[in-house]
């Protein structure tokens, strides 16, 4: 069928010039993934027949009758602060201090894990190694597991919260902030290197300028998902009105549980739309 259309001059259609080997690979990958699925259900032996669908129905209808008494205090040892939305309050602060302390650490390690400006030297190459090794480890332990061991070693409360944030957000920002400096143009960083300036002075007039606008989107986003997160927090000692809603779960109060989570939605929508704004004003 091809050489139909080559021998009068027409474009040969794609289907035709595919390579029936790429064809069975498609087919191979396609039948492993459905094999995978099907063996991770049979390992994972999911059981749904112990939902009560009537107990469920319930629940939810509880979720939707607030309880507005959280909104005030309960007794005269209460404050503001501990009301359903000064815990709120207090955790987008949790996770603006905890990408504050982020920013702190990762920004200058971020020079050294860059490869184009640790470059040309045994000694600096062999410090860019460790560093990316380091955010990469950092990385990947979860910012839950970072805040249960943070809570048995400082307690359950708002600092178990802040360096579980903190330390996964010093390998994450690291890491994008390092990546943003391999991508700049090395054009003005070849030219100031050429005039006999040291590493400090080539960073200052050719790397810095050109990675302001990446660190400011960069350090909005994870400001964002942060205060995303922080709610979650509270559910293993890390303070803020996760513990809260924790709490009102525990002790079946659905109609307190059901308003603070919608004070989350409505908190972590209002973030978003607000990231997205300045993002679009200051880049």
């Known amino acids: 069928m091809a050489e139909y ?25 396609l039948a492993a993934s459905i094999a995978i699925v099907v063996i991770g259900l049979r390992v994972t032996n999911l059981d749904f027949s112990r939902a009560n669908p009537e107990h469920a129905a319930a629940v939810i209808r509880e979720l939707f009758n607030w309880d507005f008494r959280i909104l005030t ?10 009301t359903a939305e000064g815990l709120m309050v ?4 949790l996770g603006v201090i905890a990408t504050a302390f982020a920013i702190i650490i990762a920004l200058p390690l971020s020079f050294l894990g860059a490869r184009n400006v640790m ?5 600096t190459a062999g410090v860019y190694v460790v560093v990316r090794l380091i955010f990469t480890i950092v990385r990947s332990i979860d910012v839950l597991i970072v805040v249960i ?25 690291g890491k994008l902030y390092s990546e943003a400096i391999e991508g700049i143009d090395p054009g003005p960083l070849e030219a100031i290197t050429a005039t006999g300036a040291n590493r400090v002075q080539v960073i200052w007039t050719a790397v810095i300028p050109q990675i302001v606008n990446p660190y400011i989107s960069f ?14 927090l509270g559910l293993v000692g890390g303070g803020g009105i996760g513990i809260l809603l924790f709490q009102s779960i525990n002790l079946l109060q659905y109609g307190a549980a059901g308003l603070i989570i919608f004070m989350i939605v409505v908190t972590v929508a209002a973030m978003d739309f607000a990231s997205a704004q300045i993002r679009r004003r200051l880049l």
């Open 5 to 29: 259309f080559t021998s009068r001059g027409l474009p040969v259609p794609p289907e035709l010039t595919r390579n029936p080997l790429l064809q069975w690979r498609r087919l191979v990958a």
């Open 73 to 82: 205090p309960q007794n005269e040892f209460e404050t503001w602060w501990d």
């Open 90 to 93: 207090v955790t987008i602060l």
């Open 119 to 123: 470059a040309g030297n045994p000694i």
């Open 149 to 173: 061991i943070s809570s048995v070693l400082l307690g359950i409360g708002n600092a178990a919260g802040v360096v579980g944030l903190a330390f996964h957000n010093i390998g994450v920002l």
């Open 219 to 232: 350090t909005i986003y994870r400001l964002d998902a942060n205060v995303r997160l922080a709610p979650i």
